[in-house]
């Protein structure tokens, strides 16, 4: 299964660089990955609500049309279901019992996704309550999709 992480802003500290391209590695062996990193909308420093949804909707655009069709989607988002590891190898299992050749995991900006980009969604997926940093969720997103593709294969990886 190849994986698409669509993602609103860069990765800027090494650190992160590395263990991105650290699990990538790893995750070579299941599938690709591709990261798309997108522009956020610039906004001012406390921007109105009418300004974060005009931003939210002009990402929406440019995130909605990066999704390949027949794709199986999972918006990250706080009011997501929260999975544990075996449940989520389990949605990546059965999107590809589906026919789904690509998942794709989508993490928004500061301001989080359009309600457009989440009803476009297969699932709403929550890594936790707490909040984390958008480049470190990418992170723990990978970790996750590692764990996912030894779970599906009964290798020794996951505890």
Do not use: W
Not at 1 to 19: Q, V, W
Not at 55 to 68: F, H, Q, R, S, V
Not at 86 to 91: E, Q
Not at 153 to 159: F, T
């Amino acid at each position: 299964m190849n994986i698409l992480i669509i993602a609103l802003g860069r990765l800027k500290e090494k650190y992160l660089t590395d263990a991105f391209k650290e699990y990538e590695k790893r995750i070579s062996a299941f599938g690709r990955v591709t990261l798309e990193e997108l522009e956020p909308e610039r906004l001012p420093d406390n921007p109105t609500e009418a300004e974060i949804e005009r931003a939210l909707n002009t990402e929406a655009d440019k995130i909605l049309g990066k999704i390949p069709r027949n794709s199986f989607t999972a918006a990250l988002c706080i009011e997501g279901k929260q999975r544990d590891s075996v449940a989520f190898a389990g949605l990546l299992s059965d999107a590809s019992l589906n026919g789904k050749s690509t998942a794709v995991f989508i993490i928004g900006s500061s301001y989080g996704l359009s309600e457009r980009v989440k009803k476009a969604a297969d699932v709403r997926l929550s890594m936790s309550e707490m909040t984390f940093p958008h480049q470190l969720a990418r992170i723990m997103l990978m970790e996750q999709l590692y764990r996912a593709f030894t779970i599906i294969s009964n290798r020794k990886y996951h505890k």
